[in-house]
C-alpha cells in the first residue's frame, strides 16, 4: 500500500472542471513505462494510484468526461481511457485485467501525498535516461506487465 491514509482525498483535472473524491488507502501505487501510458500522458512514464472502485467518486464534471477504448495495448485486451474535454487531463483507467479497480493519476491530488512505488511494469519500454524507481525491490520490477502473482496481491486487497 502506498499511502496508509484513511482520509478522504480531493483532486481535479487542469481546468477543474473534474473533480472527484477516493477514501481510503490505495491498495497500489504503480509506475508504467508502456507506450500508451507515456502517450497518454505525454511523459516519460506515468504513476498511478489503484483504488477499488468503490473508493473511487468523481465529484463534479463528469459530464465533461470522454472514454478512449485503447484497443493496441501490449496485452492484447482493451484498456478504457478517461479525459476532460475540456482541458484534455487524463484522469482514470480501467483494465480489463483488474476489474473493479479505478486506476487514477496522482499528480491529479490536491495535495502530495506521500505516494510510494509498490511497482514498475513495462520497463522494456522505459526511456534510456530513466533510472530505477528508488524504494521498488527487485522482485516488483517487471520487463513487461506484472506477473499472476502481483494480481493475486492487488486483487486479495479488495
Same mark, same amino acid.
Given at each position: 500500500?502506498?499511502v ?6 480531493? @483532486?481535479s !483535472? *487542469?481546468?477543474?472542471k473534474v473533480? +472527484?473524491?477516493?477514501?481510503? %488507502?490505495?491498495?497500489?501505487? =504503480?509506475?508504467?513505462? !508502456? /507506450?500508451?501510458?507515456r502517450?497518454?500522458?505525454g511523459?516519460?512514464? /506515468? $504513476?498511478? =494510484?489503484w +483504488?477499488?472502485d468503490?473508493? +473511487?467518486k468523481f465529484t463534479? &464534471?463528469?459530464?465533461? *468526461?470522454?472514454q478512449?477504448?485503447?484497443?493496441d /495495448?501490449? /496485452? &492484447? &485486451? ?9 482541458? @484534455? ?6 483494465s ?6 479505478s486506476?487514477?493519476? $496522482? ?27 528508488? &524504494? $521498488?525491490?527487485?522482485?516488483c520490477r517487471?520487463?513487461d506487465? %506484472?506477473?499472476k502473482?502481483?494480481?493475486?496481491? $492487488?486483487? =486479495?486487497?479488495l
Amino acid at each position: 500500500m502506498s499511502v496508509s491514509s484513511d482520509k478522504a482525498r480531493t @483532486g481535479s !483535472c *487542469l481546468s477543474k472542471k473534474v473533480t +472527484f473524491k477516493t477514501t481510503g %488507502p490505495d491498495i497500489n501505487c =504503480a509506475v508504467c513505462h !508502456c /507506450t500508451n501510458c507515456r502517450r497518454n500522458n505525454g511523459s516519460t512514464y /506515468t $504513476v498511478k =494510484a489503484w +483504488f477499488p472502485d468503490k473508493r +473511487f467518486k468523481f465529484t463534479s &464534471g463528469e459530464d465533461l *468526461l470522454k472514454q478512449h477504448d485503447d484497443s493496441d /495495448t501490449n /496485452t &492484447g &485486451g482493451i484498456v478504457n481511457r478517461w479525459f476532460c474535454s475540456h482541458c @484534455g487531463s487524463p484522469i482514470l483507467t480501467r483494465s480489463f485485467r483488474v476489474p473493479g479497480i479505478s486506476i487514477v493519476h $496522482v499528480g491529479l491530488f490536491d495535495e502530495a501525498w506521500d505516494w510510494r512505488i509498490d511497482f514498475e511494469q513495462w520497463r522494456k519500454s522505459r526511456m534510456s535516461f530513466v533510472e530505477d524507481i528508488p &524504494g $521498488v525491490s527487485d522482485d516488483c520490477r517487471y520487463y513487461d506487465f %506484472p506477473d499472476k502473482r502481483e494480481f493475486e496481491r $492487488v486483487m =486479495a486487497k479488495l
